[in-house]
């Protein structure tokens, strides 16, 4: 069954802190991997989006990582802020599929304080 | 400026109505989508557009509907609102190109419902 599996589920870090976010997936055949913010009552926006080729993507203070190997990834974080309070969403899309199909994960729900 | 719109944005109704809920896009895209998302979970696709007059249910079973007689909207229509309905509903496109163009999707604001 293809899955896609994140943790932790939630966490709470200080303003300033850096963080990473582990995604774990099942999906075959792979197409690629993206993450994506969500902040609450808004819809989820991309942050990255990495094909099997390529290990590391960054977007500003986002790092994600991918091993598709061994069928993990990682978003980090660097010099947290509290606007980056939000779900973070692991999404794997398949391939061979016209659809482009996204298997989403549940999040994980980042809090920063001040 | 290329963009997605969903209303309402937050709708409170009483069993049995009839409910419609919009989305439009401005992004120049064939492919739509509707998903359904509660809190903590992951978001489940319950329909899906090719283009005008092409619809598919996804993989969440729905008692919802689906209309595209135009590109640029996608309404969804419950015919007698419950409260097992009651969750939020995101929008999302994608447009053609190369294969990692069309896998891109963009979500709108989405709609919080709320059946009574």
């Known amino acids: 069954k293809n899955q896609v599996e994140q943790s932790p589920q939630s966490l709470i870090i200080l303003e300033g802190k850096n963080c990473t976010l582990q995604c774990n997936y099942t999906v075959s055949p792979f197409s690629n991997l993206r993450w994506y913010k969500q902040d609450t009552g808004r819809g989820p926006v991309s942050l990255t989006i990495m094909t099997f080729s390529e290990n590391t993507k960054s977007n500003g203070r986002y790092t994600a990582t991918l091993d598709a190997d061994t069928k993990q990834s990682s978003l980090h974080i660097t010099a947290s802020q509290l606007s980056d309070s939000a779900s973070y969403i692991c999404?794997?899309?398949?391939?061979?599929?016209?659809?482009?199909?996204?298997?989403f994960g549940r999040g994980t729900q980042l809090t920063v304080w001040p | 400026e290329a963009d997605i719109y969903q209303t309402p944005r937050y709708l409170v109704i009483g069993t049995g109505k009839k409910i419609t809920l919009e989305c439009s896009q401005t992004?120049?895209?064939?492919?739509m989508y509707w998903y359904q998302q509660d809190p903590g979970m992951e978001l489940h696709l319950i329909h899906y557009?090719?283009?005008?007059?092409?619809?598919e249910k996804g993989d969440l079973s729905s008692e919802s509907t689906v209309s595209r007689i135009r590109t640029e909207h996608f309404p969804l229509t419950l015919e007698s609102a419950r409260p097992s309905h009651t969750s939020q509903y995101l929008c999302?496109?994608?447009?053609?190109?190369?294969?990692?163009?069309?896998?891109?999707?963009?979500f709108g604001p989405g709609t919080r419902l709320t059946v009574t």
């Open positions: 999404v794997v899309s398949d391939r061979g599929s016209t659809l482009g199909r996204l298997y």
């Open positions: 999302a496109t994608s447009g053609q190109g190369s294969s990692l163009t069309t896998y891109e999707q963009y």
């Open positions: 557009s090719y283009g005008v007059n092409s619809t």
């Open positions: 992004m120049g895209h064939d492919k």
